[in-house]
Nanobody, 124 residues
Framework: QVQLVESGGGLGQAGGSLRLSCSGS????????MGWFRQAPGKGREFVAA????????DYADSVKGPFTISRDNAKNTVYLQMNSLKPEDTAVYYC?????????????????WGQGTQVTVSL
């Protein structure tokens, strides 16, 4: 069974940091681009960050560019999202996805597998 499992969410303070992890099982994702999306209450799932298969190329939503960093460790079949300078508007359920291809993509329809999500809540 192919699974992506996110962890590391929780309660953070404005200006603080959290690090999300997404571990894959059931198959290797080393040849797949990976991404992070988020969904706030009452809103659609929006792109946050993406990384190509090797980790050499990344892409970010304008709202997180700078404070957030996506990275991956293919030996561990894991992708990370380091979130610094957190803001209350970063509050959402964060999902990781594995795309069909190897190039990074911002489009959620390009992702084949999804995790169950992890809640991030940022307080003032």
């Amino acid at each position: 069974q192919v699974q992506l499992v996110e962890s590391g969410g929780g309660l953070g303070q404005a200006g603080g940091s959290l690090r999300l992890s997404c571990s894959g099982s059931g198959r290797t994702f080393s040849s797949n681009a990976m991404g992070w999306f988020r969904q706030a209450p009452g809103k659609g799932r929006e792109f946050v960050a993406a990384i190509n298969w090797s980790g050499g190329n990344t892409d970010y939503a304008d709202s997180v560019k700078g404070p957030f960093t996506i990275s991956r460790d293919n030996a561990k079949n894991t992708v990370y999202l380091q979130m610094n300078s957190l803001k209350p508007e970063d509050t959402a359920v964060y999902y990781c996805g594995a795309s069909y291809g190897s190039d990074r993509t911002t489009q959620k329809n390009d992702y084949r597998y999804w995790g169950q999500g992890t809640q991030v809540t940022v307080s003032l």
